[in-house]
């Protein structure tokens, strides 16, 4: 089982990396925000970040303080950026979304200046013994985040799929929105059952449901993220002849 969710979280990384170069290579030739920040957030956060909040407990006593800081400071960087990226693509007129966005960076900062001060004055710290309150504050604007985008992509490919019968939006454009918004929904659910175990105290990495349930999310992840950023020709296709035929 150990050994499956190595391979997941292997794949998830590298999926996420390739993702987020991409992102980065395409707002290099257009410019757009949305890129940057999606680029940027996959990189720090699933590509920088998990890998060195997974490394932390087998590093030397020494290192293992230092992995812990860098790695929540990359991880919660990086989903500020998810709420900045939802804001600017879903609602940048909006004054309410403005306001969860500014909340939910004020929220993962802090939390990342919290652990460092732990971590500096007690050393590295066991997650799984941290008190609730701190499961909660580093989890929940996380659930919050990726709730919120999944929302705002969901909503938007109901729009476009109307649009899309009537000839008058891009069938894999609207595809894009709801494989978003599903993994999205994938990385809470991933998120929830780390919660739960974190606040029952329980070792994620020698418990076999828990390994099942985030083997089966990491994995899904990577199905529904190279869909949605780096799709298959015959994926394309196969969206573009079904959204032809709903549309006869």
């Not at 590295?124 to 013994?129: I, Q, R, T, V, Y």
């Not at 454009?173 to 494989?179: A, D, I, S």
């Not at 329980?202 to 992840?221: E, F, R, V």
Request: glycine share 8%; aromatic share 8%.
């Amino acid at each position: 089982m150990q050994g499956i969710a190595a391979t997941a979280i292997g794949l998830l990384v590298v999926a996420s990396i390739a993702v987020g170069v991409r992102l980065l290579v395409l707002h290099r030739r257009t410019g757009a925000a949305p890129e940057l920040l999606l680029g940027a957030m996959l990189l720090l956060a699933v590509g920088v970040g998990y890998p060195l909040m997974i490394a932390t407990p087998r590093v030397s006593p020494a290192w293992a303080g230092t992995l812990q800081v860098i790695s929540t400071l990359t991880v919660n960087t990086g989903f500020s950026l998810l709420f900045v990226f939802t804001w600017r693509v879903f609602q940048p007129q909006a004054a309410w979304a403005r306001a969860l966005a500014a909340a939910g960076v004020l929220t993962m900062l802090v939390s990342a200046v919290q652990r460092g001060i732990q971590v500096t004055t007690h050393g590295a710290l066991d997650l799984n013994n941290e008190p609730l309150s701190a499961v909660v504050l580093q989890g929940g604007p996380v659930i919050v985040a990726y709730g919120w985008t999944a929302w705002e992509s969901l909503r938007y490919h109901g729009m476009m799929r109307r649009r899309a019968r009537l000839g008058l939006a891009d069938a894999v454009v609207c595809n894009r929105f709801l494989l978003w918004g599903m993994m999205a929904l994938v990385v809470n659910a991933g998120v929830l059952v780390n919660l739960v175990a974190f606040a029952k105290h329980m070792n994620t990495l020698d418990t076999p449901w828990i390994l099942l349930l985030s083997s089966t999310t990491g994995l899904t992840q990577v199905v529904l993220l190279v869909l949605t950023f780096l799709p298959p020709r015959s994926y394309l296709d196969w969206v573009r002849a079904r959204a032809a035929a709903q549309g006869a």
